[in-house]
């Protein structure tokens, strides 16, 4: 390619690379590091489940299915809804079966946004929500969360960003990096917002499984909000199936079958044999999914009582397996903080500037590894504080 015309959309130049990986790559070129950095269960997925894609590829179901899944899966997931979280949703026409959760998030976008379109990312945030809305033609309008209130999103701090171009407000609860989980108050609150304005809500429950604290509640549950909520989830953190790439979209049926549209372009169907998996993983895996959240509550309320007493502040998250921790009283940046860990302690956290502007002053530690590696990640990060404030 001559000349000095760029073949590169633009919307993409612009893009930041993920801030996560450029820590992974650190760490990954050192040996005896612990990774308090990454967002998967530290679980192997169950046997029954393998068991369940071995036998499939054995008898042969090894071409496409629907577009919108197998009928089979899309019905369990359906009872899985209506059983766990009191909603009823269509399996012929109000479920889609997708590569993952961050899939049916960029397909839900692509259906619902025009250039132009503004959507409220309340952060700290997941890495891919601003870029995925600037993907799909839409304007992030982020919004700043504090730590005075537990990471949760305030109304009044909602009603200040709307203008006649907000289309929808993304959410996540529990939350990726927080832990914050929202109760039913508080998402009543956000609904009344949504039907002041007439707008959608796109809420990311692919931690819903990992709720530590009181009923769980979703967001389409609340009264009125199933025709105005898109549903994000999937099998990868409750069941620890992060490498099958299987997650799923319920919304109502004008924008479901939209977002099939684009499904059907871009990807046809999700692996075959990873919807056996999970068709599996719905039938017989709930026993394991409970002793993988009693094994996360253990390291939960270990990992985070142990910061507090080395004075790195920080709030027990109702969910998820992530804790994120004040890192202001060593005067560090969070970079800073992260880098420096890693070089003289070899332990990698993902620095919190990386999740939007009010996760500065912070650091995401992953709990999600054993209790051996969590104790000794801790002694490491009380030895390299000890040699910071001697320094």
Known sequence: MNGTKSYISKTVEELKPSGIRRFFDLAAGMEGVISLGVGEPDFITPWSVREAAILSLEQGYTSYTANAGLMELREEIAGYMQKSFGVSYSPQSEITVTVGASQALDIALRAILDPGD????????????????????????????????????????????????????????PNNPTGTMLERSELKAIAQIAEKYDLLVLSDEIYAELAYEGDYTSFA??????????????????FAMTGWRLG????????????????????????????????????????????????????????????NDLGLTCHVPGGAFYAFPSIESTGLSSEEFAERLLMAEKVAVVPGNIFGKSGEGHVRCSYATSMELLQEAIKRIGHFLDQHQKA
Not at 130 to 152: D, S, Y
Not at 221 to 238: E, H, N
Not at 263 to 291: I, K, N, W
Request: contains cysteine; hydrophobic residues 45%.
């Open 118 to 173: 503004e959507v409220i990312v309340v952060e700290p945030s997941f890495v891919s929500y601003v870029p995925l809305v600037a993907l799909a033609g839409g304007v992030p309008v982020q919004v700043q969360t504090l730590k005075e209130n537990g990471f949760k999103i305030l109304p009044e701090q909602l009603e200040k960003v709307i203008t006649v171009k907000t289309k929808a407000i993304m959410l996540c609860s």
């Open 248 to 307: 799923f979209v319920c919304a109502p049926e004008a924008i479901s079958q939209a977002m099939l549209k684009i499904h059907q372009y871009a990807m046809m169907c999700a692996p075959t044999m990873a919807q056996f998996a999970a068709l599996e993983a719905l039938r017989a895996g709930r026993s394991d999914v409970e002793d993988m959240k009693k094994s996360y509550r253990r390291r939960r309320n270990y990992f985070v009582q142990s910061l």
């Open 221 to 238: 549950a609340i009264s009125g909000m199933k025709k105005r909520t898109i549903l994000i989830s999937g099998f990868s953190k409750g």
